[in-house]
């Protein structure tokens, strides 16, 4: 366990106002020569970043050397031993996490129980300055779960350990044009904003869309905002009329027609047969 534990600063958050990730603690510590903690366990993620100076971790039987603007990650039910240089002791800051999705974000950044060690690419000091912006603000919850996203991010574009991306660039553009049309069907759409958003050519996003999907662009838009009409007729009383905007027609007459070539009978009727 901690041998002479001299905290600068410590401070027990429990932030959660985000499903994905919960935030418990953060702190910052310049240890003494030789200083430990271990052999412990862990029930949280526990990321530390060095400052300055070096040190060793010893997990899952091996051992790592840390070094300056370097980190480390002890994950869940590991058993973890770490300890500050004789000479030149670290000085780090750490975060406890958790949620669904911390260890995936981890491995974004190449971490994990077999590799836990952080090693950025680039000369930068962004990662000191987010986790010394975390301790200066620890009070707000929103801004420190805003700052560990920034955290993440960074860590994605610097480390050296992550794993390439193995994605076929095409899925990357149909995902892109999917989400646009899920988040902007409501507002008036045309193919060429579509494509301008995703960086494409009009006639080449068509086609890369219908040849992963069996439908155009333009189809999938249609479909997608019938299916939420129907969703509303159901389970809102809004006026037709109102439905149409919702669902990104100008006039009901123009929604009614298309409702009806893919329903097979008039907003009316369809919500009427729910009654």
Request: overall charge neutral; hydrophobic content about 35%.
């Amino acid at each position: 366990m901690p041998k002479n534990r001299t905290y600068d600063e410590c401070y027990f958050l429990n932030y959660a106002a985000c499903a994905d990730l919960q935030l418990y603690e953060i702190g910052k510590q310049a240890c003494p020569p030789s200083y430990s903690y271990g052999p412990t366990v862990r029930n949280h993620y526990i990321f530390h970043y060095l400052f300055e100076g070096k040190g060793i971790l010893k997990l899952n039987g091996k051992q790592y050397t840390i070094t300056a603007h370097q980190g480390f990650l002890i994950s869940p039910n590991i058993l973890a031993y770490y300890e500050a240089d004789p000479t030149e002791p670290w000085n780090y800051a750490w975060v406890h996490l958790d949620g669904p999705k911390i260890r995936d974000y981890f491995q974004k950044c190449g971490l994990s129980s077999e590799q836990p060690v952080f090693k950025p690419s680039l000369d930068s000091n962004e990662i000191d300055l987010i986790m010394l912006q975390l301790l200066e603000h620890n009070t707000r919850e929103l801004y420190c779960i805003g700052k560990i996203y920034e955290l993440f991010d960074a860590m994605i574009a610097q480390s050296v350990t992550k794993e390439p991306a193995n994605i076929d660039i095409r899925l990357t553009y149909i995902k892109k044009i999917i989400d646009y049309i899920t988040i902007k069907f409501s507002e008036p759409i045309h193919m060429n904003d579509i494509a301008h958003a995703c960086g494409l050519e009009r006639s080449y996003m068509t086609r890369l869309f219908k040849d992963a999907t069996g439908q155009t662009p333009y189809a999938y838009l249609n479909i997608y905002r019938i299916k939420k009409a129907c969703q509303l007729l159901l389970h809102d009383s809004a006026s037709i009329q109102n439905i149409a905007y919702a669902v990104g027609y100008s006039d009901a007459f123009t929604f009614s027609k298309a409702f009806k070539r893919q329903v097979g009978v008039s907003p009316s009727e369809y919500r009427g047969k729910s009654i």
